[in-house]
């Protein structure tokens, strides 16, 4: 059973850090896309950034650039996101995802990930 477990979330002030990481069970983990979304009460869930199966490209959504990083390492099945200088509109649940298609780019669309963590709490006081 594929299970896409995330963990780091928690309470920061603003301007702090926290780092996001999401251990995937897919037997082929570096086939896969992986990427970041993010839901706050009442609103969409958004795309915040993703990695290509290759590690290759990065693409990050314009209100996290230059703040967030998402990295990878194949070698322990998991996805990590750096967030820096955070802001009180950065709160919300986030969640990992897995593309199962091998883009060039990482796509932005809810619709194109098949596999989707449970999500962890990111909290910022302002």
């Known amino acids: 059973q594929v299970q896409l477990v995330e963990s780091g979330g928690g309470l920061v002030q603003a301007g702090g850090s926290l780092r996001l990481s999401c251990e995937a069970s897919?037997?082929?983990?570096?086939?896969?896309?992986m990427a970041w979304f993010r839901q706050a009460p009442g609103k969409n869930r958004e795309f915040v950034a993703g990695?290509?199966?290759?590690?290759?490209?990065?693409y990050y959504a314009d209100s996290v650039k230059g703040r967030f990083i998402i990295s990878r390492d194949n070698a322990k099945n998991t996805v990590y996101l750096q967030m820096n200088s955070l802001k009180p509109e950065d709160a919300a649940v986030y969640y990992c995802?897995?593309?199962?298609?091998?883009?060039?780019?990482?796509?932005?669309?809810?619709?194109?990930?098949?596999?989707w963590g449970q999500g962890t709490q990111v909290t910022v006081s302002s």
């Open positions: 897919l037997p082929d983990f570096s086939d896969y896309g």
């Open positions: 990695v290509t199966w290759s590690g290759g490209s990065t």
């Open positions: 995802a897995a593309d199962r298609s091998r883009t060039i780019l990482p796509s932005t669309s809810v619709n194109a990930y098949y596999y």
